[in-house]
């Protein structure tokens, strides 16, 4: 047995008892063990007048030694009998990561943070060769265990409904829900079931709004004088441009171009995440007062207020035309007023809608960015691929006769080096998280207690050699060519997902904002593709990814060389 099986053998309470019955039972035993005390003391049992001792068959200082010693074992066991009973059931796995059996848990942790890599490379490769009884390894996250599963139950569990595997309870859980004012997504599913029942389902008409955005903020944001190649900051860039086209789709015309809003909408989900990032280091039992010390907590509450401030007078000043029934008045068509629109009482609190536009802003800006930065510096890295995209672009652009809702469908070169470099450049290394919420038993039999946090290995999964040919080396038009088969021809594309392609999750919960995602990432690439060149500074190659915990980033302050095209 290794050490690392030893040490999860000693920990695992599995007496199923619920937490209330077992309280009141360890609450009896506590009072018990009281009574015993004081009665005895009233009594004078332990009283130090030796006349009134009980003759115990010991001699009186040995008799209220013993009786002491009684009273501590009778607490010593009540604790042992309380925690035992209340300890949440746990499921029985390996951690990766510790280099001893004696290592405290927390500088695991704490590796993790930073070199998380290396630990789920550790429990991919055992769980490959066999090493771990069910193929299932521990991270010892600072905040949380995460128990990494296999992609072989994504079928089974991919429909599965919230009251029994939460996703929303995993991305509270991994957001430190209540330290970064995301427990409101507990409330309702108002934004994700508006994304799923209009905005995707309307994309083709949107493709005229984001090119008109698009093009504003290409206008307004990038540098004038590139005549010349000359050296830009990227990913601000990337990012500006990005949030613009966001805020153009959730909150529509002319808010979206409120600077105030902007500059939210992008530093809230760097104040929340940097918030986070610290407080998972340390023992939840910290958090309470470190994240109160911290700026960034205090700046993602100012962000809050800030979009509150914005966004409450909007909703009063569309509520307010409506309801004078003006035939003028033509409702707006954007996130904002589909959320407004099917909202019960609760959701449609304007400090309501306002908080979720700004969740709607952490989930889509960054992420998206993210992506779009990681293919330019792939293709930087790889300019033989600049030519045969800019080609495609100009083809099915001039083919359509311009931007049409056909017309992303068919860039299927860029849509597969996009795919490509997700792959090698994932938004995490865990994907699919989720917190089972009812005792479950897996197909195979594994029994999965409630409260359990699981997620999978998305990023070896896609990386793994024996689920994809070469898939150690960089192939930009990797799925171009699958879909070259005209079996496959709408199979491998960017934003769509199954059970080994889970960077934007799978089934049920997968990220209902991914398809507006792709468009707007090929939208943004083709223009710059065909717009301008790009390359490294002298002496300067691809940066280096960052990591934080299981997540990866582009590097932000990275440089390009940028240079405007001649039309
Ligand atoms: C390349 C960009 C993006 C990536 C990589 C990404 C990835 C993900 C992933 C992995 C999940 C979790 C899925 C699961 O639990 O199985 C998710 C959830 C979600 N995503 Fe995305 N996403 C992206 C862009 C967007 C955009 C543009 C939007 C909005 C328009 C969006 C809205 C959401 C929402 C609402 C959720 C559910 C969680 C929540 O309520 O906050 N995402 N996304």
Excluded at 199 to 216: A, D, Q
Aim: one cysteine or more.
């Amino acid at each position: 047995m290794s050490c690392r099986s030893i040490r999860q053998a000693v920990s695992f309470p599995v007496v199923s008892i619920s937490p209330s019955a077992s309280s009141l039972i360890s609450h009896h035993l506590i009072i018990s063990s009281f009574q015993l005390f004081t009665m005895e003391n009233s009594t004078g049992y332990l009283s130090s007048d030796s006349h009134h001792a009980v003759n115990l068959g010991m001699d009186e200082p040995t008799g209220k030694f013993g009786l002491y010693l009684m009273t501590i074992g009778a607490i010593a066991l009540v604790y042992l009998v309380q925690s035992t009973l209340t300890a949440p059931k746990v499921f029985k796995a390996p951690f990766v990561g510790f280099r001893s059996f004696w290592e405290p848990r927390f500088l695991v942790g704490l590796r993790f943070s930073n070199g998380a890599l290396k630990q789920v490379t550790e429990g991919y490769s055992k769980f490959k060769a066999g090493v771990f009884e069910h193929g299932m390894f521990k991270i010892a996250r600072n905040d949380s265990d995460i128990l990494v599963i296999s992609n072989k139950y994504v079928p089974e569990l991919r429909s599965l409904p919230d009251e029994k595997l939460s996703a929303i309870r995993g991305h509270i859980k991994n957001l430190l829900g209540k330290y970064s004012t995301t427990t409101i997504l507990l409330e309702s599913d108002l934004h994700t079931r508006m994304l799923q029942t209009k905005l995707t389902p309307n994309l083709g008409s949107f493709v005229g709004t984001i090119e008109s955005e698009l093009e504003y903020g290409l206008e307004v944001e990038v540098p004038k004088d590139l005549q010349e190649f000359k050296q830009v900051h990227i990913y601000e860039l990337l990012l500006r441009i990005v949030a613009r086209i966001s805020a153009r789709v959730f909150i529509g015309e002319p808010h979206c171009r409120n600077e105030e809003w902007l500059t939210t909408s992008i530093q809230y989900t760097e104040n929340l995440f940097t918030t986070v990032m610290i407080l998972r280091r340390l023992p939840k039992w910290t958090h309470p007062f470190v994240a109160n010390c911290l700026p960034s907590y205090w700046a993602t509450h100012a962000n809050l207020a800030t979009a509150k401030k914005i966004i409450i007078p909007i909703v009063n000043d569309r509520r307010a035309k409506e309801a004078e029934n003006d035939p003028e008045y033509v409702k707006p068509v954007d996130m904002l007023q589909w959320m407004m629109d099917a909202a019960d009482e609760n959701d449609g609190q304007p400090h309501k809608l306002a908080h979720r536009q700004l969740l709607l802003s952490l989930a889509s800006i960054h992420t998206t960015t993210m992506s779009a930065a990681h293919a330019l510096y792939d293709l930087c890295a790889r300019p033989e691929y600049f030519e045969p995209l800019r080609e495609e672009a100009k083809q099915v652009i001039a083919e359509d006769g311009g931007w049409q809702k056909t017309t992303l469908n068919k860039m299927r070169k860029l849509d597969s080096f996009l795919k490509e470099s997700q792959r090698f450049n994932p938004p995490s290394l865990l994907a699919f998280n989720r917190i089972v919420m009812q005792d479950m038993t897996l197909s195979d039999g594994i029994k999965l207690p409630k409260g359990t946090h699981f997620a999978m290995p998305a990023a070896h999964i896609l990386q793994d050699d024996d689920l994809e040919n070469n898939a150690s080396s960089f192939d930009g038009f990797r799925y171009f060519k699958k879909r070259q088969d005209p079996e496959e021809a709408n199979k491998h594309q960017f934003a769509m997902t199954d059970n080994n392609s889970l960077h934007f999750g799978h089934g049920k919960y997968s990220c209902p904002g991914r398809f507006f995602a792709s468009n707007e990432i090929k939208m943004l690439m083709a223009y710059l593709l065909t717009g301008y060149d790009f390359k490294y500074p002298e002496g300067k190659s691809r940066p280096v990814n960052l990591t934080a915990d299981e997540n990866l980033y582009p590097d932000p302050t990275a440089r390009l060389m940028m240079r405007a095209r001649e039309q």
